[in-house]
């Protein structure tokens, strides 16, 4: 069970740092651990001490109960929702280049 919790906490971790644009170097950076221990809490190897969960959350630009509900895009709303919070972040080339590579594998 904790190690599912673990994995769970850890994906979320990386929605929301991905959401960002943020790389785990970045996230370390902001939030005071290492670029390992991003990466190990990502993958669920290891969990942030409760210490640093403010100073993560923070970082992350959410509210700590974010971290532990699902909001991993598991209907196709979700998945709709989670590409349009990605494209927030995108600039107009990168749009650009996106559109039309949806309209190509749509067309197809």
């Avoid at 970045?26 to 991003?38: D, H, M, P, R, Y």
């Avoid at 190897?45 to 970082?59: H, M, Q, R, W």
């Amino acid at each position: 069970m904790i190690k599912d919790f673990k994995k769970s906490f850890g994906s979320r971790v990386k929605y929301f740092r991905n959401l960002l644009d943020y790389s785990q170097e970045e996230l370390a950076e902001k939030i005071g651990v290492s670029s390992n221990t991003i990466s190990y809490i990502e993958r669920g190897k290891n969990a942030i001490s409760f210490a640093k969960l403010p100073t993560l959350c923070t970082a992350l630009e959410i509210e700590p109960y974010k971290l532990f509900i699902n909001t991993t895009p598991n209907t196709d709303n979700e998945k709709i929702e989670y590409i349009n919070n990605l494209l927030k972040f995108a600039n107009k080339k990168q749009l650009n280049i996106i559109g039309n590579l949806v309209k190509d594998i749509i067309d197809n």
